[in-house]
């Protein structure tokens, strides 16, 4: 069984930065790909980074490229997300997920474990 806590989410203006922290627990935590999604109000859940178990491969949404960087530390059992330049349009519920295999994957049915997602309101 792995639980994951996402923390970090909060307010803050445009074009400012905030750092996702995503802390995982159980003895596999550190044994698959780790992913990011967003929610914004009224869409459906969406991809947004990708991190091999290694913490060698990403993947990014394009909508966030140059912009967000994930990176884990396996010592800790923790994934982050730095997000930079933010916009309004990154107002969404984050979560943290553990994928079910060690491939960089991007959709949602290739994650097993959720988190229950943090906050992340960007005001313009």
């Known amino acids: 069984q792995v639980q994951l806590v996402e923390s970090g989410g909060r307010l803050v203006q445009a074009g400012g930065s905030l750092r996702l922290s995503c802390a995982a627990s159980?003895?596999?935590?550190?044994?698959?790909?780790m992913g990011w999604f967003r929610q914004a109000p009224g869409k459906e859940r969406e991809f947004v980074a990708a991190?091999?178990?290694?913490?060698?491969?990403?993947d990014y949404a394009d909508s966030v490229k140059g912009r967000f960087t994930v990176s884990r530390d396996n010592a800790k059992n923790t994934v982050y997300l730095q997000m930079n330049s933010l916009k309004p349009e990154d107002t969404a519920v984050y979560y943290c997920?553990?994928?079910?295999?060690?491939?960089?994957?991007?959709?949602?049915?290739?994650?097993?474990?959720w988190g229950q997602g943090t906050q992340v309101t960007v005001s313009s």
């Open positions: 997920a553990q994928a079910s295999t060690v491939w960089l994957v991007t959709t949602e049915t290739q994650y097993y474990y």
């Open positions: 159980g003895r596999t935590a550190s044994r698959y790909t």
């Open positions: 991190i091999s178990r290694s913490g060698v491969s990403t």
